[in-house]
């Protein structure tokens, strides 16, 4: 797939104000400070179009972007660390899962992990609450270009092994640098080849 246009369409925290979901949305989401604006922007190859940040928690809003005039791409905020108040985080989780397990037009959930780390509770947990529901998702491991490709198959084997004790079969995995630009032909035809499958509601 060729990106010929990004724009930015809207930000919100109801799922009530969403755009009509006529379109194949695929939603970005992972633990805060995952490297996912960064490689949003180098997917869309549009620097700046979802701002990076070196505070963790940044994404506070459901974003969309709509490429191609075809599909959109939906920033998620970041599960984990956040410096927010218990309550205003309860707030968000409800409305991330709601929109995750309600959007008619959501056809994969894309999960960002730290390829340079162990299997991290929090990301098991929550594809695990993803197998739960029946949402498809597949799992794309950022920042490879920060070590060694032996150490980062290591960690991707670990954490497909962490998965087989709750999963009959492991999602599709990518692995990606928003550096070197790792990855980003074989996600950008994943999500081509599910578009081609998608019915207008």
Known sequence: MIVKSAEFICSN???????????????????S??????????????????KTSQTPGKTQLINHFLINDDWYLVDLPGYGYARISKTKKEDWDKFIRTY??????????????????EPQKIDLAFCNWLGEKGLPFVLIFTK?????????DQNVAKFQ????????????CF?????????RDEVLNFIDSVNKNFAEI
Do not use: H, W
């Not at 400070?33 to 979802?50: E, F, H, P, Q």
């Not at 490879?144 to 980062?152: F, R």
């Not at 692995?175 to 990855?183: D, F, Q, W």
């Open 33 to 50: 400070n995952v490297g996912k604006s960064s490689l949003i922007n180098m997917l869309t190859s549009k620097k700046g179009l979802a």
């Open 13 to 31: 925290t109801q799922v009530s104000k969403l755009p009509p979901p006529t379109r194949p949305e695929y939603a970005f989401i992972g633990r």
């Open 100 to 117: 995750l397990d309600k959007r008619e037009s959501l056809q994969c959930v894309l999960v960002l992990i730290d390829s340079r780390l």
């Open 144 to 152: 490879a270009d920060k070590q060694s490709s032996i150490k980062t």
């Open 161 to 172: 092994k962490e998965m087989t004790a709750t999963f009959e079969e492991v999602p599709q």
């Open 175 to 183: 692995i990606t640098s928003a550096e070197n630009k790792l990855g």
